[in-house]
């Protein structure tokens, strides 16, 4: 109701800028990298298509489509005015309880996993959207309760509301997904303000929730994956082929790769599955530990960026969505990596822009755009 | 901007640098982590990562040789290779969660039992890497079933291979053998002659004794694999394959027909169970036809023979898989007073003088124990030629009494008892030549006497194998020249030339004076003029020979033994028996005969007249029956 109150003189802000102020205060280096970041992404998955990667329905082509989706999402997200979206917080929110339903009610995965949802042919993973709509919801929260944010009250109130797509998700099962939920909230929190004692106390509880959920909450299958990273040998052919032939991947890239479309792991499909969670495997065989240490340089490059419009932001609400997509960033880097080198469990998180997947891209676009959106929008940019 | 919600949090945002720095370091630690990680998997180690992906990729594949065929004397194929599916799977590429699917689906395809399937794959002794095989010789609509479902059957391959088909079939897979997968206990020893874990090997026959002539040599491949272990594509030939040699074999298929034959009609019109007929040329030692019954039929091998098929040939009490020309010795009975009778001349307790002559009896006695002619009454004083014509026992019992258990041994020795011939065939058998040391060793006493009496008529602890007793007549027949029988004769390169020619090939030549042996050579052929052999001698060829009626085995309710019966004869060429020029000696046993005449006899009458085509049937049908005409000798 506030909100509203405010409109006239958010249009009139508006109205009065001038097109050079504006363009200005876009963040061309976070467009930059992030689409640097995407081409990646293309490129690994032209090296993923076969000899033919320009026939339609390849990986390459897809990625392409998806690409122009993104860009054009990303767009839209920059235009449009940021502030809409805590008005429309709580439709948001059911909206992506909504699709999540959906997607357990629909979805139609392989081995009773319902992560996708096919429309009009495509499949679509809406766990993917919802991480995206959840920190906007959450920076919502966090933001009208900017003078409170010491308190445990603040702490309770995400998690409850972060809880309901968290156990959306979980039960689709997607244990690696719901695990981003969970780098969100605590990384909303952290960089938000929250209180450091409580937090810590939130995440001493998640702790000792762990074992419970080891035994009560995770199959059989799941808790094979997850610590089959410790020893991979003991089962070369079952849960540890991929960590095996993924090892082999990174390891035979050397320092410089294989070279684009070169890499034997990746074309003779000794790496199963190639296109989507072990893709930076690929990356690391074709071309070596220069090209992963230039993909880590575009992440960190894109989260300074990410966390500078945070920081620059006037308005709670900007802090908490950057702070949320960073977390998210980091955290599924560091799991995806960390699983394609052997460090981390086997999640099934993807890797952002460079895992094929249209769902992934279009919502880090989106996220991004909403970003652009808050650095537009600010009065007075301090850098 | 003063726009009320904007300001709300001016006081906090210095407070929160801390934590945006806290969060950098994070990002840090997590990209510096990874980076490290990266370093060592791809700069440290990245060249033992980079030997594992070529390993992965690139596989030194063999190309198997085609193996080398085998042909009679003239030019008829006993083997070809022709084309068949196979079924195998790498285990390597069956993840452990599709197993019980991919068993069970072949199980369904190919008709196997799904423990059968598991046994094989679990049984594969090499890498996981190594193909198994599951079945051979699969119906090609099976086969094209089993690789258009490639992809939901992981690890499973179809291939074309060659296998063994034996025209022939079981007329010769006693001498042919057969082939078949390499032992898993032998394949470690195997390996390093470059068998492999799937491979063909041969398992006995000339297939085993001339493997390594027939199988050529392996060629190798360097190919380019995919993940499933599909061929992408050849990077290069390493070593070209080289087509194994052929082989020539002395036997004759028409002659091995008629041996058969001939062995047959006795068998079943005295329902025999076990027989053999060897035929051979004196001269050179071949082997003209080698026929033991019950046989069984090599191809079941070649196809990968069933478990039920298998069983059923190893638990006949018949023995099918042995041949019984070489694998098995028995009492040889009468033929054996060769042995005696050279003995005794060539030592001078008797003369080739037909006035020579001992004195022979309704019985000898040694103590207590009466030592019966096998007649019962004996034919009076008889000479070296009628004493071996009527095959009389207390005769050879005498001479076997002067000469001493040492030195009938030695005689048995010269011929070749007691020691395997050499015949390039497996599982020889060595036969028993007894002697005091020999006793000494088994039952810690000397030779009685009367085992010395035994032994001089073939019976006792003598023992042979049928291709000794043939060949030990082989010698007599060729005037002192104990050959090495051979059942190859010529090995033949793939392009058709001459590898190894025949030679015979001499185990030695008998220390026996050549008149001794016209001697013996003379009486063999008094055998059958004496008319021993009943109508033998109305053949229109020159028959010598001698038969023999061999005790076994325990007494009947009328005290009457069990016998088998013998046949050792030649045909001098010249029809001279004094002349040492035959080149065909033919040998017939019969296990286990009791029929009203000597069997063996019969069976090499029947042979000689279709082996020469002879236009007379002198068949005795009538001693051909079920009886026991006990000690017809």
């Not at chain 1, 090296?47 to 390459?60: A, D, I, K, M």
């Not at chain 1, 990356?283 to 620059?312: I, T």
């Not at chain 2, 199980?107 to 399937?117: A, F, H, N, Q």
């Amino acid at each position: 109701m506030g909100v509203l109150r405010l409109e006239p003189t958010r249009v009139h802000t508006w109205a009065t800028r001038s097109v050079s102020t504006v363009w200005g205060l876009f963040d061309w280096q976070l467009a930059l990298y992030a689409g640097l970041l995407a081409v990646v992404g293309v490129t690994m998955a032209y090296t993923n298509s076969g000899s033919t990667p320009l026939t339609p329905g390849t990986t390459f082509t897809r990625g392409l489509m998806w690409l122009a989706i993104a860009i054009i999402a990303f767009a839209l997200a920059a235009s449009f005015d940021y502030r809409w979206l805590r008005t429309f917080a709580w439709p948001i929110y059911l909206v992506n309880l909504g699709l999540l339903l959906t997607s357990l009610a629909l979805g139609d995965g392989v081995g009773g996993v319902a992560r996708w949802v096919t429309i009009f042919g495509v499949q679509f993973q809406f766990s993917e959207i919802a991480k995206i709509l959840t920190i906007i919801v959450l920076a919502n929260f966090l933001a009208s309760r900017s003078n409170r944010l010491s308190s445990l009250s603040t702490i309770v109130g995400a998690g409850l509301l972060i809880l309901p797509p968290l156990a959306l998700v979980l039960v689709q099962p997607d244990l690696g997904t719901s695990l981003v939920f969970g780098a969100i909230f605590l990384g909303t929190l952290f960089i938000g303000g929250a209180s450091l004692r409580w937090l810590g106390v939130t995440v001493a509880a998640i702790a000792a929730a762990v074992p419970l959920a080891w035994m009560y909450v995770l199959k059989d299958y799941q808790k094979q994956r997850l610590v089959s990273f410790l020893d991979p040998a003991a089962d070369p052919q079952g849960s540890g082929y991929h960590l095996i032939q993924s090892q082999i991947a990174v390891g035979s890239g050397g320092m410089f790769g294989k070279g684009l479309t070169n890499g034997s792991q990746n074309q003779l499909d000794f790496l199963p599955v190639q296109s989507t969670d072990f893709v930076f495997a690929i990356l690391s065989e074709e071309l070596g530990f220069v090209g992963a240490l230039v993909v880590f340089g575009l992440f960190c490059a894109l989260l300074w960026r990410v966390l500078l419009v945070g920081w620059r932001s006037q308005d709670p609400f900007g802090l908490v969505v950057a702070a949320g997509i960073a977390s998210m960033v980091v955290f599924q880097l560091l799991v995806n990596v960390g699983m394609v080198i052997g460090i981390m469990p086997i999640t099934g998180i993807p890797l952002p822009f460079v895992t094929h997947g249209g769902a992934s891209l279009i919502s880090i676009a989106v996220g991004l755009g909403i970003l652009e959106s808050i650095n537009l929008r600010q009065a007075k940019p301090k850098w | 901007m003063s726009t009320g919600y904007l300001l709300e949090d001016q006081p906090t945002r210095g407070r929160l640098l801390p934590r945006f720095l806290a969060f950098a370091v994070i990002v840090v630690l997590v990209v510096g982590a990874l980076s490290a990680r990266l370093f060592y998997l791809q700069v440290s180690r990245g060249g033992y990562y980079g030997g594992l992906a070529q390993d992965n990729r690139v596989l030194l594949q063999p190309i198997p040789s085609a193996r080398g065929l085998m042909y009679d004397r003239h030019g008829r194929e006993l083997v070809r290779n022709v084309p068949a599916f196979s079924v195998r799977v790498r285990p390597a590429d069956l993840p452990l969660s599709k197993r019980p699917h991919v068993v069970s689906q072949l199980s369904t395809l190919l008709g196997i039992p799904d423990v059968e399937i598991n046994e094989s794959l679990d049984r594969g002794a090499g890498s996981r890497f190594d193909l198994v095989r599951v079945a051979s010789d699969v119906p090609p609509d099976i086969a094209r079933v089993i690789s258009e479902t490639h992809l939901d059957l992981p690890g499973v391959e179809v291939a074309i291979e060659a296998r063994r088909d034996y025209p022939q079939g079981p007329l010769l897979s006693q001498l042919v053998g057969y082939t078949g997968p390499v032992a898993a206990e032998d394949l470690e020893e195997l390996k390093d002659q470059g068998y492999l874990n799937d491979d063909a090997i041969g398992r006995t026959g000339a297939e085993a004794v001339y493997e390594k002539e027939l199988r050529g040599a392996y060629g190798v491949e360097q190919i380019e694999r995919d993940a499933s272990g599909r061929k992408i594509r050849v990077l290069s030939t390493v070593r070209e394959p080289r087509t194994g040699n052929s082989l020539e074999l002395s036997v004759d298929v028409q002659a091995q027909r008629n041996a058969e034959k001939a062995i047959r009609w006795a068998m079943d019109l005295a329902g025999l169970k076990r027989g053999v007929v060897v035929v051979m040329n004196p001269q050179t030692g071949e082997i003209l036809a080698m026929v033991s019954l019950p046989t069984y039929d090599n191809n079941l091998f070649a196809r990968g023979i069933s478990n039920a098929d298998f069983q059923e040939l190893v638990k006949d009490p018949d023995q099918p898989l042995l041949n019984h020309a070489i694998s098995e010795q028995y009492p040889p009975g009468s033929t054996y007073k060769l042995v005696t009778g050279t003995g005794g001349l060539a030592d001078g307790y008797i003369s080739s003088d037909p006035s020579n002559k001992l004195l022979s009896q309704p019985f000898l006695t040694l103590g207590t124990t009466k030592f019966y002619e096998w007649n019962q009454r004996g034919w009076g004083r008889l000479n070296i030629y009628d004493a071996f014509g009527h095959s009389s026992d207390t005769y050879f019992f005498q001479v076997a009494g002067m000469l001493g258990i040492d030195r009938l041994a030695h005689w048995a020795r010269q011929y070749g008892f007691g020691e395997p011939t050499g015949i390039d065939l497996p599982a020889e058998a060595r036969g028993n030549v007894p002697t005091n040391e020999w006793k000494q060793g088994v039952f810690g006493e000397d030779i009685f006497p009367g085992e010395t009496y035994q032994a001089g008529i073939g019976q006792g602890y003598d023992t042979a194998t049928p291709i000794q007793l043939l060949n030990a007549y082989a010698a007599l027949a060729n005037g002192g020249r104990l050959l090495k029988p051979q059942i190859v004769r010529r090995i033949l390169s793939p392009e058709g030339q001459v590898v190894r020619d025949f030679k015979p090939e001499l185990i030695r030549e008998l220390d026996v004076p050549k008149d001794v042996l016209r001697t013996m050579r003379e009486a063999s052929r008094r055998v059958v003029t004496i008319r021993h052999t009943y109508n033998l001698v109305d053949l229109p060829i020159v028959v010598a020979g001698k038969s023999g009626t061999a005790e076994f085995g325990r007494r009947d309710e009328q005290g009457r033994l069990p016998f088998h019966s013998w046949f050792a004869a030649f045909v001098p060429k010249s029809g001279n028996p004094s002349a040492a020029d035959s080149e065909l000696a033919v040998l017939a046993f019969a296990f286990d005969s009791r029929t009203k005449g000597n069997v063996a006899t019969e069976i090499v009458k029947y042979y000689l007249q279709l082996h020469y085509e002879l236009d007379v049937d002198l068949r005795n049908f009538d001693l051909v029956v079920r009886d026991n005409f006990y000690r017809g000798n």
